[in-house]
Nanobody
Framework: QVQLVESGGGLVQAGGTLRLSCAAS????????MGWFRQAPGKEREFVAA????????YYADYVKGRFAISRDNAKNSVYLQMNSLKPEDTAVYYC???????????????WGQGTQVTVSS
């Protein structure tokens, strides 16, 4: 059974920082590349970042590269997203999910958690 619980969102001014956390069930987490996705109002859900099973390799969407950092703690079945230099266009609900293989920007599971809202004011 897939379980994904995101937290850490909030309201922040442009240029600010937030750190998101995701707790995933053991089966979902340990055997998969993990990623973050986001969905802004009226838009499709889009890929943000992913981290390899070991945590040693990461890749990012161009629109967050250099500002966001993804990491994971395998002992805690958790994945994190450090968001710096936030922009109003980063406003969205953020979700974590397994990723369909390293290098993919597609979620592995159709199941999504409740997400965590990030709002960046100008």
């Amino acid at each position: 059974q897939v379980q994904l619980v995101e937290s850490g969102g909030g309201l922040v001014q442009a240029g600010g920082t937030l750190r998101l956390s995701c707790a995933a069930s053991g089966q979902t987490f340990t055997s998969n590349v993990m990623g973050w996705f986001r969905q802004a109002p009226g838009k499709e859900r889009e890929f943000v970042a992913a981290v390899s099973r070991s945590g040693l390799m990461t890749y990012y969407a161009d629109y967050v590269k250099g500002r966001f950092a993804i990491s994971r703690d395998n002992a805690k079945n958790s994945v994190y997203l450090q968001m710096n230099s936030l922009k109003p266009e980063d406003t969205a609900v953020y979700y974590c999910n397994a990723v369909a293989g390293y290098g993919s920007v597609r979620a592995l599971y159709n199941y999504w958690g409740q997400g965590t809202q990030v709002t960046v004011s100008s």
